[in-house]
């Protein structure tokens, strides 16, 4: 059993758990995404645990806090102390007339006013602990948002806009929403971490039914937890998809909507059981990202049978299914993290160490990358957990990156004018093109990611066209349609299509026949699809957006070629990283030449390599240096990649041998340090259509 051979075939069942809980999809699926049932349980319907994404492998999670169930630690017990009476007894028996006895008995205090208990020193019961740490939760929360930050702003401590990991943070930018959820989730983990010093609480798995469980209600938390009303489900949603994913479940409105934790099928790791980051196996800190990048993903220009469009394709349909929440400070500025001490360094903030031996940034002198963690979620049942991800978008294929998930971005979008979406030209002050445009056009994207690079950003403007022009058609055949009426069937429509092109020709190349097959992955030849599951919670998992679903870095190619009408390639010597600097990506040609640049040219081969343009120039500008694409899926703490095979149920026969050189260094890493799920996946060997797939295939749901 070769370590080659084990990630292939965990990751391949990771994905396959992911993408499709359900039976199989179909050739229309945009008409059978909501279930006609009106019966809302409201209780249900705010329970994200009661149906894990696989059958098989049932765990609930996040996992809450276990109360010990001790009840001296809930409610104290009244003190027994000893009453020492001396009696005289007289003669008979076994005893001896005049001498003295002496009996003990027992009294409970209270019954006995004259006793005096001895007293004795207690630990707070967990009632008052949990109000105290719900209590330090509270002023943590507003001395760092009402004070630190507000003085960090003042001093400047926070980046310049241009600064790579600015404009990480501006693509992630949060609304007032998850900022809400943010705050009171950094107040949660407070007060979880509190509570474990006072009372020793281990934050360990249990299922659903395991009671006690630590709520904060009715603590000075209690006025920040999510309302468990259930949201307004309209008549319309019932046609019509809602924009933020509520109510596409009848049953359980909140399924699979904006702004949820993402789920896990493996509990994290972290240090101290709260938020702490992850330690090796003989506890010892683990390196820094950029050291274990340098070691595990290098530079190789080997091409596979495949276009760029498919790598951008998996991008557009990763940001369609994913948006991790990155926290911001006041007036939406970024922390600086680098050159800070511990003291006063952000809780957000976890720098990235450069080796002194970097061969790119050594040279330059730069011996710190700014980063920082996700913003932590809320759970929505209030109780106290370990640091989770908020999901900005919904887990469903609904092509939200050009609708977005959130109402008020999608109206800032529409001309509300025959159903159109904005395309045209237009001043950067109306437009949101700040990082990219293609020959002067601007759109207001559902996606602040969309400008990221020049080939993402053309698959925006394809759809954004392709939308106007469907909408235009349904205008000229129904001139009595409104124009919300032609706005909500146009983008139906296309929403359709993005789950087509996804499961026709996306997954399975990704997959294979074999896999696509084995779970049922093969479109209908006619009709629809019968076998929606109302039961099955369809929230994207942790593993598969900070994991599987990064296989595509892999593939992306260094520079974007074009192509004229005779698909013939059009000398390009500009780097991507340089492409993205210029702010207009129109230079080298038109829209239409991107787009038969990137069905001609092939991505690169599926490996441990990536491009030195992710690796060494990710978001750089002419002034500043790039950030690496790596730590994110450390932050999340994932789970032990070689854990996986047990979860899947993969046993050891089912992993031929491999050499034991190839992969050596892997192995030396995993065991130092605890490989973690997103590099693992990458660097496994052959096997990919068998394995690999699988793992992704398990874990986005079908809708």
Not at 594 to 620: P, Y
Request: net charge positive.
């Amino acid at each position: 059993m070769t370590t080659s051979y084990i990630l292939y075939t965990t990751s391949l069942v990771l994905f396959t758990a992911i993408l499709f809980p359900t039976t199989g999809p179909s050739c229309c699926l945009a008409e059978t995404l909501i279930s006609v049932d009106s019966t809302v349980d409201h209780d249900e319907a705010l329970d994200s645990n009661v149906t894990d994404l696989t059958t098989n492998h049932h765990q609930q999670l996040p996992r809450p806090i276990v109360i010990p169930l001790d009840t001296s630690q809930v409610q104290p017990k009244r003190m027994k102390h000893k009453v020492t009476i001396k009696r005289r007894k007289n003669g008979g028996g076994s005893h001896q007339a005049g001498r003295n006895k002496t009996t003990t008995t027992t009294s409970t205090s209270g019954s006995n006013k004259n006793s005096r208990p001895k007293k004795s020193k207690r630990k707070p019961t967990m009632q008052s602990a949990l109000q105290t740490a719900a209590r330090k939760g509270l002023e943590a929360m507003v001395e760092l948002f009402d004070r630190q930050e507000p003085e960090m702003l003042r001093k400047g401590d926070v980046l310049e806009p241009n600064d790579p990991g600015a404009i990480l943070a501006k693509f992630s930018s949060s609304d007032e929403t998850p900022e809400h959820i943010a705050k009171a989730g950094y107040a949660a983990l407070v007060a979880a971490k509190q509570l474990k010093e006072s009372t020793n609480v281990e934050y360990v798995a249990i299922g659903r039914q395991a009671p006690p469980k630590i709520s904060l209600k009715r603590t000075p938390l209690e006025g920040m937890c999510p309302s468990r009303d259930p949201p307004p489900c309209v008549p319309a949603s019932r046609r019509y998809r809602t924009h933020d994913g509520t109510c596409n479940n009848r049953k359980r409105p909140r399924w699979g909507s904006a702004q949820m934790p993402f789920h896990r099928f493996l509990a994290p790791e972290y240090a101290d059981g709260v938020e702490g980051i992850r330690r090796s196996i003989h506890n010892a800190q683990l390196p820094s990202a950029r050291f274990v990048s340098l070691v595990v993903h290098g530079t190789r220009q080997e091409e596979a049978p495949v276009t760029m469009m498919l790598a951008l394709w998996g991008q557009l349909l990763d940001h369609d299914l994913t948006a991790t929440a990155q926290p911001r400070s006041l007036n939406g500025s970024t922390p600086r993290c680098c050159g800070k001490s511990d003291d006063d360094l952000h809780p957000s903030c976890l720098p990235i160490k450069v080796p002194l031996d970097d061969p790119w940034l050594s040279p330059l002198g730069v011996r710190c990358l700014e980063f920082l963690r996700s913003a932590p979620a809320q759970r929505r049942d209030c109780l106290l957990s370990w640091r989770e991800q908020t999901n900005q978008v919904t887990s469903y294929i609904d092509a939200s990156p050009i609708y977005s998930s959130n109402p008020r971005t999608s109206d800032n979008a529409r001309i509300f004018r025959s159903g159109l979406l904005l395309f045209g030209r237009g001043p950067p002050s109306e437009d949101v093109c700040f990082r990219a445009a293609l020959a002067n056009q601007c759109i207001r994207p559902g996606d602040a990611r969309s400008g990221e690079q020049p080939g993402l950003l053309m698959l925006h403007m394809v759809w954004v066209n392709e939308h106007n022009q469907i909408a235009t058609r349904l205008s000229d055949i129904n001139p009595h349609w409104s124009d919300e009426k032609l706005y909500q069937e146009t983008r139906r429509i296309v929403g359709a299509m993005f789950q087509h092109v996804t499961y026709r020709e996306f997954l399975p190349v990704i997959l294979g026949k074999e896999v696509s097959r084995l779970f049922n992955l093969e479109l209908e030849t006619s009709g629809f699809y019968k076998g929606y599951d109302p039961g099955v919670n369809p929230t994207v998992a942790n593993e598969f957006s900070a994991a599987a679903f990064r296989f595509g870095h892999s593939l992306i190619q260094g520079s974007y070629m074009r192509a004229d009408r005779h698909h013939r390639f059009i000398l390009n010597n500009v780097t991507l990283h340089e492409e993205t600097a210029d702010g207009d990506l129109g230079g080298p040609g038109s829209l239409h030449r991107l787009v038969r640049g990137m069905v001609n040219q092939r991505a690169l081969k599926r490996d441990e390599f990536i491009t030195a343009e992710l690796t060494n120039h990710l978001f750089q500008t002419r002034s500043k240096l790039a950030i690496d694409d790596l730590e994110r899926s450390v932050l999340r703490v994932l789970s032990f990649l070689f854990r996986f095979p047990v979860w899947t149920g993969l046993g050891s026969d089912q992993y031929p041998a491999r050499s034991r050189s190839r992969h050596s260094a892997v192995r030396q890493l995993a065991y130092s340090v605890r490989t973690d799920a997103h590099q693992g996946l990458e660097r496994s060997g052959p096997g990919f259509r068998s394995s690999f797939g699988a793992s992704i295939a398990q874990g986005v749901p079908l809708r």
